[in-house]
T-cell receptor, first 114, second 110 residues
Framework: ETGVTQTPRHLVMGMTNKKSLKCEQH?????MYWYKQSAKKPLELMFV???????ENNSVPSRFSPECPNSSHLFLHLHTLQPEDSALYLC?????????????FGPGTRLTVT | QKEVEQNSGPLSVPEGAIASLNCTYS??????FFWYRQYSGKSPELIMS????GDKEDGRFTAQLNKASQYVSLLIRDSQPSDSATYLC??????????FGQGTELSVKP
């Protein structure tokens, strides 16, 4: 396991539910990311936070709502999801230094929307 | 054209052979290049990063970068069955965004 933790590891939710994914990094990094990984597709960047400020929202539907209360914690709030949102959701962190951006991933949350 | 392209495989090599994984990218201004390994059901694990033209070696792994040809590769020497995984190429584009390829599945047969 890396210095990035995610909970829960598995989540099954109905389309009318509201749930939250949590990510915590213990690496002292200043940037955190949410990615979506669907079967047979490249990793899709969803959100980027740098020093707690959102710097990227990659045209993600509003049913996904990120929150970054501090540089160590990142949440993804989910509501009224669709079955096609079922995927592996990955959190990553990095220490952004110009020209160097090694991202380290958490174990992921396997989400199933029924 | 995809920003980062990899052959999806599967690439099958016998144990002890050299596995060669290739990646091309479209943004000529890209500066940072990474290889991640992802076992089935697990998250990506960073195994190599390379920032300048040439070769970079780390144990059985060698990353090769050719910016003129917009090409980056990963060689795995003395391949082991435990190397069987999907290998993701990732490139930081001029906008500073990390773009991933779809990954190459590697199978090392005993």
């Amino acid at each position: 396991e890396t210095g990035v933790t995610q909970t829960p590891r598995h989540l099954v939710m109905g389309m009318t539910n509201k749930k939250s994914l949590k990510c915590e990094q213990h690496l002292g990094h200043n940037a955190m990311y949410w990615y979506k990984q669907s079967a047979k597709k490249p990793l899709e960047l969803m959100f980027v936070y740098n020093f707690k400020e959102q710097t990227e929202n990659n045209s993600v539907p509003s049913r996904f709502s990120p929150e970054c209360p501090n540089s160590s914690h990142l949440f993804l709030h989910l509501h009224t999801l669709q079955p096609e949102d079922s995927a592996l959701y990955l959190c990553a962190s990095s220490q952004e230094i110009q020209g160097v951006d090694e991202q380290y991933f958490g174990p992921g949350t396997r989400l199933t929307v029924t | 054209q995809k920003e980062v392209e990899q052959n999806s495989g599967p690439l099958s090599v016998p144990e002890g052979a050299i596995a060669s994984l290739n990646c091309t990218y479209s943004d000529r201004g890209s500066q940072s290049f990474f290889w991640y390994r992802q076992y089935s059901g697990k998250s990506p694990e960073l195994i190599m990063s390379i920032y300048s033209n040439g070769d970079k070696e780390d144990g059985r792994f060698t990353a090769q970068l050719n910016k003129a040809s917009q090409y980056v590769s990963l060689l795995i020497r003395d391949s082991q069955p435990s190397d069987s995984a999907t290998y993701l190429c990732a490139v930081t584009n001029q906008g500073g965004k990390l773009i991933f390829g779809q990954g190459t599945e590697l199978s090392v047969k005993p």
